[in-house]
């Protein structure tokens, strides 16, 4: 079954520091991948996504993703993160249906 | 543009009663869909709708029914509400569902079934 595994449920960082948000996938056909962020109390709102093309894909708020077809990874990355980055994060695949990771906490300290 | 917008923002509702989550978008988004959100289980798709005048089931459909009547509206029902349905509910909407299309969602209703 297609399933989307984000690899940790919460990451604490302090502000400006680096960070990686891990994502694993499932499907072996053609795949479309998304990040959308989740600020409390509001709907999602999309990050980047990956259709084809360039396995490197760059986003809003300074995300990047990198799409490993090998790996089947699409893990998320910021170089420096600000307080306003706290949220949760979700990646999703489209493979033969829509199926959403558990989610990810990013939780950003001063 | 107010995109989707969902209403009630809230309500607790008791077992057994009936209950529909109003969502209309202004978009002209051919396909809709409806998720539930709970904690450590990210959000599962209950049903979804590719065009107006069609539905299909998502990943946890049991309990829900949908209606796609035109295509800025598509209300989720309850026929007989559980609390196991307890949940944040997020209506989303895209230009269309088999392209990657990026989804728009609303604000979310959360719902209390005691």
């Known amino acids: 079954a297609q399933s989307v595994t984000q690899l940790d449920s919460q990451v604490p960082v302090f502000e400006e520091a680096p960070v990686e948000l891990r994502c694993n996938y499932s499907?072996?056909?053609?795949?479309?991948l998304f990040w959308y962020v989740q600020y409390p109390n509001q709907g999602l709102q999309l990050l980047l996504k990956?259709?084809?093309?360039?396995?490197l894909v760059k986003g809003i708020n300074g995300f990047e993703a990198e799409f490993n077809k090998s790996q089947t990874s699409f893990h998320l990355r910021k170089p420096s993160v600000h307080i306003s980055d706290t949220a949760e994060y979700f990646c999703?695949?489209?493979?033969?249906?829509?199926?959403f990771g558990a989610g990810t906490i990013l939780r950003v300290k001063s | 543009i107010a995109g989707i917008t969902q209403a009630p923002t809230s309500q607790i509702l008791a077992a057994g009663r009936r209950m529909t989550l109003r969502c209309t978008q202004d978009?002209?988004?051919?396909?809709m869909y409806w998720y539930r959100q709970d904690l450590g289980l990210g959000l599962r798709l209950i049903h979804y709708s590719n065009t107006a005048g069609t539905t299909g089931k998502g990943e946890v459909p049991d309990g829900y029914s949908v209606s796609r009547a035109n295509t800025d509206d598509f209300p989720l029902t309850l026929a007989s509400a559980v609390p196991s349905q307890t949940s944040v509910y997020f209506c989303?909407?895209?230009?269309?569902?088999?392209?990657?299309?990026?989804?728009?969602f609303g604000p979310g209703t959360r719902l209390t079934v005691l």
């Open positions: 989303a909407s895209s230009d269309s569902s088999g392209s990657g299309d990026e989804q728009f």
């Open positions: 499907s072996s056909v053609s795949v479309y």
């Open positions: 990956y259709l084809s093309g360039s396995t």
């Open positions: 999703e695949e489209y493979g033969n249906k829509l199926v």
């Open positions: 978009m002209r988004h051919n396909a």
